[in-house]
C-alpha cells in the first residue's frame, strides 16, 4: 500500500469494493414479520440512511436563502407578503435549523446511525476475533481468490520457505497441522474493520458536545467603553449572565492600511476578580482571545464613544499669538476674532485620500464676516500642509480625542472539546474505514499440493498485487 | 516586481490550454504519444503555476503585506485550478486513463481563464483584514480547495461515464469505434469516479473541520448556520449519500454518476454561489 504504483483496474474482478456480505442483506435474528421486526428493519436500513442524508441536504437550502433571525431583518420583511410571513413562521423558517422538524431529521439520522451499526455489529466482531487459522474445503469455496498448484517438494521444506514468504509479504503467519497437511494463516489490519464505528460514533459524540454547549454554555455579548468595566454580558435572547468577575477595557485601537482597510482591532483588556486583577493589560485581536474561568472573550467590533474632541493651535498672522483650543464633536469653534470654525470631517488616517501622507486630518471650514471661504484639510502630520488658509490664522491640527467603546463576543462553551473529540474521531474513522483494510491469506500444504486464498474486505486492487507477488514467490521455491 | 508572477500565471493557463487541446487530439488520434505529451504539458503548467505561486506570496513580503495567496476570488479561483490539476495527474500516475485528462483539464482551464480575465483591481494583493489574518487560512482553504477538486475530477469522469454508457448502449457490445474507443469502460469509470470521492470526502470533512475550529477561535462558535457553513454540510451530506448508497446494489452506474455530478454542482454553489450570491460571515471570496 505504501508505495505508489500503478493499479490495473481493467479486469472486472478487480473492481469490487468491498465484500458482498452487506449490513442491508444480513439475516435478521427475528425472521416472523412482526411490528417489532418491521420496525427494527426500517430504522437500521441503509435506504432510511440515503433518504435522510438526501432530505438533510435538499431542506438545509431553505435557510440559506430565506434570511435567518428572530425577528428576521426588516429589509427582508418588506419584500414578503403577510400570508407568506405567517406560513414562514408557522413551519420555523426563520430558525430553521432548530425548528421541530429539522432536528427531528437529525435525530432520526441518529437513531438510524445506531440502528446501523448495531445490526452490522455483531458479524464484524466475529470477523476480527474469529480467526480461521484452518482453510477448509468450505472456506475455501467462498473466497474470490484461490489458486493451487502441484508441488515436488515435502510439505514440512515448503512449509518453511511459505512462513517466510508469507512473513514478509504480509505479516508472520499461525502454522497448523491437521491430518499431515499444514495451515498458514496470516491476517493484517483486523481492527479496520471497526472504522466505520468509530466514524459512526464520532457523530453522536459530536452531538453530545453541542448539547453540552447549549446547555451548559452561553453565547453572549458585551460592550466596554475605553477605561470602563462589566460584569455581566447579556445573550441573544436579553438574558444577563453574571460572569463571577470584572473586564475592564483599558483601551481600544484601530490600525489602517495605507489602502484604507483595517488591519488590527485591538482592545487592552484587565479581568479583576475580588478586587484583584487577575490578567493585568492583556491585548486581544480578532483571532487571539482571552479566556478566564472558561469564559472566552473575542474581538467582534466596536463603536465611537461619545464625541471626539479635536485639538488645534491657532497662531494669529498679524501679531504671532498663539492659542490652544479645543472643539467638541460638530460643535463649531470660535476663533479668538469672533470667526467660527467648523469640522466637517475627520480621518483616523488620511492616507487612503492622500495617497503618500499619513497619520489622522481634519476637513475645515473658516466662516468670516465676509463671503464663505472654501473648506480645507488639516493633517496633524504635517503643518505646513495649508498653512496658508485659514484667513487671519495659521491653524494646526493638533490631533484628535476619540474615546472607543469596544464590542466583545462573550462565549462559555464546556461541550466544545468533545465537540473537538468527536471531529478527531471522525477524522480518524474515516481514514480507517476508507484506505485500511483487514486483508487475509491461507497457504494450506499437502501432500504434492499447494492452495493459496486470500481475501480483503476493501481495496481488492492492492491486495490483488499483493497476493499475486506472494504467489510468484512460492512458485519459485 | 508583481509582473514575473502574473507572467507564470499566464504561462501556466497556456499551459492548461495546450494540455486540453492535446487530451481531445488523443481521443481523437488515439495516439498514446500524444496522451503522454497531455500529461506533460498539465504537468509543466503545475510546475510553472506552483512557482508562480511561491513568487505571489513572496510578492506580498514584498509589498509589506505578507500572506499566502488564498485570501480573494482571484487567488481561490487560480488556486482551485492548480488542486485540480495535482489531483487529477494523482490519478493519472496510480492508474494511467489518459482519456480522463479531456474532461478533468477543462475545469482547470475555466477557472485559469476566468481569473485572468477578472480586473486588475480585483488581481491586486491585498493586505489582509484582520479576521483573516491567522494560520488556519492556510489548513482551511488547503483542505477545502483539495477536497473540491476531487470533486470536479469526478464531475468529469461521471460525465465520461454517461457518454459512454449511451454508446455501450446503443453499440451492444461490439467494439467502440471513434473518440470514445480510448475511454476506460464504464465499469472502470463508475470505480474511478467513486475513487475520486473517497479523496475528496476526507478532504472536504477536514476542510469543515478546519473551518470549525477557526470559526471557534475568531468568532467564539463552531457552527453557526451561516449559509457558506450550511451549503459546506449540504455538499458533505450529498457525498455522504453518494457512499452509503455505494453499498447498495441500485446505487451504481448512471445514478451514481448523476448523484457526483449534482455534488460538484453544490460544491461549486458553497464556493461561489454562496459568496456572489447569498450574504453572511464569509464574504472575502466574492470581491
Redesign the interface.
Known sequence: MGR????N??Q?TY?L??EQV???RLPLKNQPSDFGTSLWRFFSS??L??FL??G??VV??I???IP?GNPPPVEYLQTISQAKFDLYSKLGFFNM?HSWWFVLLLYLLTLNLVACSLRRFPHDWKLINGQVPVLDEQQEKSLANVQSWKVSQSAADLKKSAAEILGRGLTTPVVTKVNDEYHLFAEKGRFSRLGVYILHFSIIIVFIG?MVGSFFGF?GFAQIPEGDSITTASTTTGKVIDLGFAVRCDSFSLTL?D?G?????RSVLSVIENGKTVIDKQPI???S?LTYRGI?F???SYSQDGNPSFHFTVRNRTNGTETQMTATGDQPLALPGGETLTILGFAPDVGSIYPGFSGPAVQVQVQGKGPTAEPFALLQKYPAFNADKGGDYVISFAGADQKWRTGL???K?PG?WV??LG?FL??SG??VS?FLSHRRIWIRIGAGRIVVAGSSNKNQAAFRITLDEIVDKLKKI | MRMSSSLLFNIATLSYFAATVVFFAYLASKNRTIGFAGTIASGFGLLVQTVAFFLRWKESYDMGRGHAPLSNLYESVVFFAWTIVLIFLLIDAKYRYRAVGAFVLPFALMAMAWAQLMGDAQKEIQPLVPALQSDWLLYHVITCFLGYAAFAVACGISIMYLIKVKQEDTDGNSPAGGILSLFPSSKILDDLNYRAIMIGFPLLTLGIITGAAWANYAWGSYWSWDPKETWSLIVWFIYAAFLHARITRGWVGKRAAILSIIGFAATIFCYLGVNLLLSGLHSYGGG
Not at chain 1, 505508489?4 to 493499479?7: I, S, W
Open positions: 505508489l504504483r500503478t493499479a483496474i481493467n472486472p473492481l469494493i468491498s452487506l449490513p442491508g441503509l435506504k440512511t440515503i442524508l438526501i438533510l441536504a438545509s437550502v435557510g440559506t436563502i435567518q435549523y453541542a453565547k492600511y489602502t482597510a483595517p488591519k488590527e482591532y485581536i480578532v483571532n482571545p472566552t473575542y474581538q467582534s463576543q462573550v462565549t462553551d466544545v465537540v473537538w471531529c471522525l477524522v474515516i481514514f476508507f
